[in-house]
């Protein structure tokens, strides 16, 4: 007897094993793909997926909101160049996930949100399912694609699709629809496993046409006072050698983005960073490789490009040519393979710009240099932004590998300015919409990605937008120290209520607040700093521990301007003109 009921049960056990179900399908198409990292918040109907995906080997980091999740996901992928992925719910956590794959799709970085879902049948009878929202309707327009799988033979082309649409091109957020009972229905495992696709080139190389390079060539020859600048499609690119040579051989001065700061070291002496409004102004010929002409740049025109100019663009994007002003010289491929094919032609035998040019530069950028000096040294009670921050470039001076993650206005603004970046891929920002709360999904995703400590500098507000997330920080014990420059609120902390009544003024938060303490709430270590020894101090002894640290850097309430550096973008009231 004992016998057979052993055999039953093998029986049992083979049929079972012979079986796959939606989740393993999904779990196993990504592992196929390379796909390791899960971003994510569990609940209904993806606590199961998040559950398997981690018996599976893959790592799932499980956040407090998805906003924070769907953040880590976005900087995973421009750090890899694979897709990051983010899990979330239905409904609420879908959206909550939303914000940030229309911000990776913004950005160019690739990404897949993937949400559980009610069932069709239900949503478009409009039956008020539990957490019921018609999600593919409303990814649509946030998402470079979006799909829904139905059927569990599908899962492995829905993900191929995701893959390809989030990488390939003009890299973006998709969008991944799966509903409940697609996870649960089950299918032959053989049968399974054969639907899985592993995308091959999943990002081909798009090659230049020959006749744009030698056009771009041309002009670029006969310019007088030309101008590369470097975008974070560049970065992103990873043609980093190729690029270094471009700039190199051709003696051109460059501009970084923010986000491309670091491509070549800031200290480089062809950067022309602490000349920026001069060589906007003064070019006559401008090489943008990937970089848009948004409104970072002044859309291309208007005071801040002086004079007339023409342009040659580098993107993968051929609708990107002309958005904003006429472009001679298009080359439309990926940057790798357009920039090795610029310096085909370029040869070696290019002649440099002539010295009125590079002179002209070097005298601003020499004049701007001393001024930041002169700043950075003041020594101020309570510590200002540059006092802070002067310590802060020498931290990062001395540790040029950690990624540095940055956020806020005035923190922002002046981080970006002060902090010299020394290789590829280092600086993670705000990056095209100027959005807060990037801060500590990127800063979690960029530990967990590189393996490195990572160092955060937020404005209090800014870190307000993601702040819960400190827990995350210390569940998974991440090596990562935030810096809070906390000056009372937003942009300053010494706004008053117009009225003179007892509530505070729109922008101001509980003055003195101590967020190092959110750090120690949850086993981390906390610092609050006066002073830039402190401040230094504490920094290091964070990166030296790898301890989860955060250090609420006391900033004076006065020092921030409104807006940081844009205050040219608030509209302004006919009442206080
Ligand atoms: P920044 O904000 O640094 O100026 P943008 O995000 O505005 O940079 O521009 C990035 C550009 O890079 C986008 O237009 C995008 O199409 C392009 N891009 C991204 N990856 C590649 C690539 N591998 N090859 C070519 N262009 C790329
Ligand atoms: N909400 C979102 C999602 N993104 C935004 N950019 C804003 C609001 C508006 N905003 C800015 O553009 S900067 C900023 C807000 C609220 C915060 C600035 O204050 P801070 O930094 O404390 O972070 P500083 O250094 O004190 O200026």
New binding site residues.
């Given amino acids: 007897m004992a016998e057979v009921g052993n055999e039953l049960q093998r029986h049992a056990a083979e049929e079972h094993q012979a079986q796959t179900d939606g989740f393993h399908l999904v779990i196993d198409a990504l592992k196929l793909n390379g796909i390791e990292n899960i971003y994510g918040l569990p609940g209904i109907p993806v606590t199961d997926l998040a559950r398997l995906a981690q018996a599976n080997g893959m790592r799932v980091i499980s956040f407090r909101h998805e906003q924070n999740a769907g953040n880590a996901a976005a900087i995973a992928g421009y750090l890899t160049q694979k897709p990051g992925v983010c899990l979330t719910v239905s409904a609420p956590g879908f959206l909550n996930g939303l914000t940030a794959l229309a911000n990776a799709t913004?950005?160019?970085f690739p990404m897949i949100l993937i949400s559980g879902s009610s069932e069709r049948e239900i949503v478009d009878l409009q039956q008020g399912d539990y957490e019921e929202m018609d999600q593919l309707a409303i990814a649509r327009p946030h998402a470079k694609a979006a799909f829904r799988v139905l059927h569990a033979e599908d899962i492995g082309v829905g993900i191929a699709r995701a893959i390809r649409a989030a990488v390939s091109?003009?890299?973006g957020g998709v969008y991944l629809d799966l509903p409940a009972k697609l996870l649960g229905q089950s299918m032959e495992a053989e049968k399974g496993r054969k639907s899985l696709i592993k995308v091959v080139d999943p990002?081909p190389r798009?090659l230049p046409a020959p006749d744009s390079i030698d056009r771009a060539v041309e002009l670029l020859k006969g310019a007088k006072r030309p101008l590369i600048?470097?975008?974070?499609?560049?970065?992103?690119?990873?043609?980093d050698e190729d690029i270094r040579a471009l700039v190199e051989k051709t003696g051109i001065p460059y501009l970084?983005?923010?986000?491309?700061k670091g491509l070549l070291p800031d200290t480089h002496p062809q950067s022309a960073s602490a000349a920026r409004s001069y060589v906007l102004a003064e070019a006559d010929v401008v090489l943008?490789?990937?970089?848009?002409?948004?409104w970072?740049?002044s859309h291309g025109k208007g005071k801040t490009w002086g004079k007339p100019k023409q342009f040659i663009q580098?993107?993968?994007?051929p609708t990107?040519m002309d958005s904003n002003v006429a472009i001679a010289a298009p080359v439309v491929?990926?940057?790798?393979?357009?920039v090795s094919a610029l310096l085909d032609k370029i040869g070696n035998n290019f002649a440099k710009p002539g010295a009125e040019w590079i002179n002209a530069v070097d005298e601003r950028k020499d004049k701007n240099l001393a001024k930041m000096a002169e700043t950075l040294a003041k020594d101020t009670s309570p510590m200002n932004f540059h006092s802070a921050l002067r310590v802060l470039k020498d931290v990062v001076k001395a540790n040029p590998s950690i990624p540095f993650v940055n956020e806020g206005a005035n923190t922002l603004d002046y981080a970006r300015a002060v902090i010299d970046m020394y290789e590829p891929r280092k600086r993670l920002d705000v990056?095209?919409w100027g959005v807060m709360g990037v801060g500590m999904g990127y800063a979690v995703a960029a530990a967990v990605e590189t393996g490195k400590p990572v160092l955060a500098v937020c404005g209090d507000s800014a870190f307000g937008f993601s702040g819960m997330e400190v827990e995350t920080i210390c569940r998974y014990n991440l090596p990562i120290c935030v810096v809070v420059f906390n000056n009372n609120g937003v942009y300053k902390g010494i706004d008053k209520n117009p009225t003179g009544g007892s509530d505070p003024a729109v922008t101001m938060f509980v003055p003195g607040a101590r967020y190092d303490k959110m750090m120690e709430a949850f086993g981390g270590v906390g610092h609050n700093v006066t002073t830039p020894q402190e401040l230094e101090a504490a920094v290091n002894e964070a990166l030296r521990s790898g301890k989860p640290t955060l250090v609420n850097a006391v900033i004076d309430p006065a020092a921030g301007t409104e807006s940081g550096r844009l205050t040219n973008l608030n509209p302004q009231s006919s009442a206080s003109k």
Avoid: F, H
């Fill in positions: 913004t950005n160019c091109g003009r890299p990002a798009q600048l470097l975008g974070k499609g560049a970065a992103y690119a990873r043609a970084p983005m923010s986000m491309a943008l490789v990937g970089a848009r002409l948004n970072l740049l580098v993107d993968i994007s990107e491929g990926d940057i790798g393979s357009c990056g095209t």
